[in-house]
């Protein structure tokens, strides 16, 4: 086995063309040092089938793409969107839910308070 020492002296022997093979070679080794990389090089290939109750309509997009049909569908969302498709886009702002906006002088007071800081704990 080899000492650092020696290490550190074939680098210092090496010429300068080489650092560049050997600082990846020597990277590469670094890295496998960590056990979360050595377990994830070691893990199997995903061969599960796509479909689109397993990867949520990635299998549909694809399909999509091949034919051409992936930007369409992008831009025609977005006009829709807009409110300049063919059917109007009915909005709601749900007021008669929630209510409207009132100025809430105590509660202004509340979050004023929360956004001052405690001057005590800064020192």
């Not at 397993?54 to 049909?69: H, K, M, P, S, Y």
Request: charged share 35%; glycine share 8%; proline share 6%.
């Amino acid at each position: 086995m080899a000492s650092r020492e020696a290490l550190h002296r074939l680098i210092e022997e090496l010429p300068e063309r080489d650092m560049p093979a050997v600082t990846r070679f020597l990277q590469g080794l670094h890295a496998t040092t960590d056990p979360l990389l050595t377990a994830l090089d070691a893990a199997p290939l995903d061969d599960e089938p796509d479909d689109d109750d397993f990867d949520g309509g990635l299998t549909e997009a694809r399909v999509d793409a091949e034919a051409g049909r992936g930007i369409t569908i992008a831009i025609e969302a977005l006009i829709q969107g807009a409110g300049l498709g063919k059917t109007p886009l009915r909005q709601r702002d749900l007021s008669d839910i929630a209510g409207t906006w009132q100025e809430d002088p105590e509660f202004d007071q509340a979050i004023a308070d929360q956004d001052r800081m405690d001057e005590q704990r800064q020192s």
